[in-house]
């Protein structure tokens, strides 16, 4: 790759594409990849870092008297399900389409973000670039973006590749996973005695079918619970004291994590247990000069129902890449090929635009 070659850029990241797509790097199961990300910067003369199956960079003239850009993405993938009718592990052009696993989700927008990378490598910004290819996004591990944070700087602004149509993600929904529990009063089916835990928790499902959360956002609009599992019983005749289910609550920049809980305990009559309260909402302040960059370069700006790394980036981010939301997690994975091309372009027209304004600041 090199900065006056925008056609090399492309090639280039397209080669890197076909390698990490053909390489399996599942959740937690990322070394090869790592290695594969590790050995392009090698050859580019790049030193990098390396923590666990994370691997990071940052631009040739760094300062440490400078902010600090982090450009984020992923190489970890979910696993293939069964609906494949290519190879997943085959990197694939065919209709001006790239097939494969993590093609899309989000091999595009990592390897546009390293051309992006390495076009303002040598060059002398406003700011420091550091690019982090990072492990684990799939199931917000504790081995994945989160467990670099200490190892960088202080980071003014984060800009995170996911497949968002090359459309700016100025906020995204957090996750709350609860589970919830009921308590009976067990009994024999054929009398008229215990204290039945499933008619008790269908009130609290009943509640939760239609319930709305009272606070709505302006770019995610309303905070959703929605109940996924639920388990009951151990013998036809006996009236069960236990009834649990699981709550999967998608929380906007409305509510923090603990607000959201405490308006469903006031509702529900259940014992409600987090598993995590880890995956937060995030939204960027309206005035913050990254929007001021979209709005120049008339890109569109949305907030995002789904979860990426940003969840666990406590600085101001925002969430932009090639490629489709849509087509993530699905079978036959695929990005356009001229959408690598696009992305690269924006990604630094995006740089270079709020470099200027931080220029002129």
Request: charged letters at 25%; glycine letters at 6%; hydrophobic letters at 35%.
């Amino acid at each position: 790759m090199t900065e006056k070659d925008p056609h090399t850029l492309s090639l280039e990241a397209k080669e890197l594409l076909k390698s990490l797509i053909e390489t399996p790097s599942f959740s937690r199961e990322e070394d090869k990849t790592a290695a594969l990300i590790a050995e392009f910067f090698q050859n580019k003369n790049i030193p990098f870092f390396q923590k666990g199956n994370n691997i990071w960079v940052k631009n040739k003239k760094f300062d440490p008297q400078k902010p600090n850009i982090l450009l984020n993405s992923h190489h970890d993938t979910v696993k293939p399900n069964a609906g494949y009718t290519k190879d997943p592990f085959s990197c694939i052009l065919e209709d001006g389409k790239i097939y494969g696993l993590g093609s899309n989700d989000a091999g595009g927008c990592l390897v546009s973000l390293i051309a992006a990378f390495y076009h303002f490598y040598g060059r002398d910004l406003p700011f420091n670039l550091i690019l982090a290819a990072t492990a684990e996004e799939e199931i917000s591990g504790k081995n994945g973006i989160a467990y670099i944070l200490p190892e960088l700087p202080e980071i003014e602004l984060a800009i995170v590749g996911e497949p968002t149509l090359l459309q700016m993600a100025v906020a995204e929904k957090g996750l709350m996973v609860i589970d919830a529990e009921v308590t009976g009063k067990a009994g024999h089916a054929a009398r008229n005695e215990g204290e039945n835990a499933i008619y008790k928790a269908l009130e609290d499902l009943n509640i939760l079918k239609t319930f709305q959360f009272e606070k709505v956002s302006k770019f995610l609009g309303e905070s959703k619970a929605t109940v996924t599992i639920i388990n009951s019983g151990s013998q036809h005749n006996v009236v069960p004291d236990k009834c649990t289910y699981c709550i999967d609550v998608r929380v906007t920049d409305a509510y923090t994590l603990e607000e959201a809980l405490a308006e469903l305990e006031s509702k529900l009559q259940a014992k409600l247990v987090p598993r995590s309260m880890r995956l937060n909402s995030s939204r960027i302040d309206e005035n913050h000069p990254i929007l001021k960059a979209a709005d120049e370069l008339q890109l569109e700006k949305y907030g995002s129902p789904t979860l990426s790394d940003q969840a666990l980036i406590p600085f101001p981010s925002v969430k932009i890449g090639p490629g489709d939301s849509a087509r993530s997690h699905t079978a036959d994975e695929y990005i356009y090929d001229n959408e690598i091309k696009d992305g690269i372009s924006l990604y630094i027209k995006l740089i270079e635009t709020y470099a200027a304004m931080r220029s002129t600041k």
